[in-house]
Every structure is written in C-alpha cells, then in structure tokens.
C-alpha cells in the first residue's frame, strides 16, 4: 500500500485548500481513513478521520471549518480545508488504517500567511 498526498501550498488567512491522498495497492481491507498534521516543535495530531461506512471524526480546532471525504472509485481520500488561520500551518499527513498496519503516506506542507 503506497499514498501519494498532494494539495499543499501557500495561502493566505482566511483562504481555502484542498488536499487529496491517492492509494495504490491492495486497501479493499481499509477500516478508515485520516489526515494528520504536525506544526514545528509539536506532536502529530489527527486533523480528521473518516471511517469505511463514511462516520467522521474532527479534532476540535478544525470543526466546522475542515472537511474529510473519499472517493472510494479512485481510491483518493480528500480533506477541504476552509477559512485557513495561521494556526493551521503544518506538514499534513494522510493515513489508511487496514487491519495489520496504518500506512502513512508524505507529508504536504501547508503554509498559512498572515
């Protein structure tokens, strides 16, 4: 299983984007799928999750403002990303959880400008 993330940049406050991870390889055993972010000097920590049946989790500080979906047909988990503050400057991380192993595919940087 290989993920390929793409989408990052930069933008300004206020401004919107949209990452997407595409999958190759066997992921039909998938139970979920995610993105993570980790800021400089910080922990990773989980941006949004989206399970198999389609049941989301949001971390708090994205609520309302982040959006996870997948596109199962081609196999591409996508996370809109609406209202961007500084605060969401990181390196995002996309993830698939199967049963023996969460794969994780590159980062892609993020960079929101004040």
């Known amino acids: 299983v290989q993920l390929q993330a793409s989408g990052g940049g930069l933008v300004q406050a206020g401004g919107s984007l949209r990452l997407s991870c595409a999958a190759s390889g066997d992921i039909s055993r998938r139970i979920a799928s995610g993105w993570h972010r980790q800021a400089p000097g910080n922990q990773r920590e989980l941006v949004a999750r989206i399970t198999k049946s389609g049941v989301t989790t949001y971390a708090d500080s994205v609520k309302e403002r982040f959006t996870i979906d997948t596109d199962y047909t081609k196999n591409t988990v996508y996370l809109q990303m609406n209202n961007l503050q500084p605060e969401d400057t990181a390196v995002y991380y996309c993830?698939?959880?199967?049963?023996?192993?969460?794969?994780w595919g590159q980062g892609t940087l993020v960079t929101v400008s004040s």
């Open positions: 993830n698939a959880d199967l049963p023996e192993w969460r794969y």
